[in-house]
């Protein structure tokens, strides 16, 4: 099996501390759609069986159709591979959200609400999603483990172990939590650079962002990419 995941995209940014400039924020948002076609251009070049984008993959105040329409596109050119969304606190899953709304590619399934699980022909794929602006509260007794011997992969938008009370609006889990549920990855967002936890295999993993959003971002950026049962930071 193999796989990319990656993370908050944030499509259509309005990138207000460049907005001051004249069209770098405009040049900001197309480095956005290249780099992202380079990601969907990998994944056709390499025959990647699965696509984990783990919320905020667009801006929901300021997102346009045509963006939209331009990710689905993409989506359509990769159409043997499964695309698993669980959306975040930027882009939630409401009744009037795209998501809700728009006719997204067969290959792409959105989460939404509690946990759900799908399972395919050599991996179970479990995830969530945020259904408005904050989530606070997370019923892990929601998530049933199958057990089949097949893999168990995690895709969710989460602040782990966050001492920070902004983030405690945004999913707070506890790492040990995540621990418990013994999945063989956890592909998580919220963060926009790469971590990921060393004393567990390394498989709970934040891939950060595909590009910086502000000067306070100059770590290095990129996505996840698993080939022959290992993975790997891909920049």
Request: proline content about 4%.
């Amino acid at each position: 099996m193999k796989f990319v995941h990656i993370a908050d995209t944030h499509f259509d940014c309005p990138f207000t501390s460049l907005a001051i400039r004249e069209n770098l924020a405009d040049n900001r948002r197309l480095e956005q759609r290249k780099v992202f076609k380079k990601v969907i251009n990998f994944i056709k070049e390499n025959e990647i069986n699965y696509l984990f984008i783990s919320g905020d993959l667009y801006e929901s105040e300021y997102i346009r159709e045509s963006t939209i329409t331009y990710i689905n596109d993409l989506f359509k050119e990769i159409p043997d591979t499964k695309i698993f969304i669980s959306p975040g606190n930027h882009d939630p899953y409401s009744k009037d959200s795209y998501y809700a709304t728009f006719n997204f590619a067969p290959n792409v399934y959105i989460f939404k609400g509690n946990f759900e699980c799908k399972e395919m022909v050599d991996v179970n794929i479990y995830g969530m999603g945020f259904n408005s602006f904050y989530c606070k509260d997370t019923n892990f007794g929601n998530l049933n483990i199958i057990q089949n011997n097949k893999p168990n992969i995690l895709v969710m938008h989460a602040s782990i172990d966050s001492g920070s009370e902004e983030d405690k609006e945004y999913n707070p889990v506890a790492q040990s939590k995540l621990e418990e549920l013994n999945m063989d990855y956890i592909a998580l967002g919220h963060i926009h650079k790469p971590y990921y936890n060393e004393k567990k295999n390394q498989n709970m993993v934040y891939p950060g962002s595909l590009i910086a959003f502000g000067f306070d971002e100059l770590n290095e950026h990129g996505m996840i990419v698993r080939r022959n049962r290992k993975w790997k930071i891909k920049y």
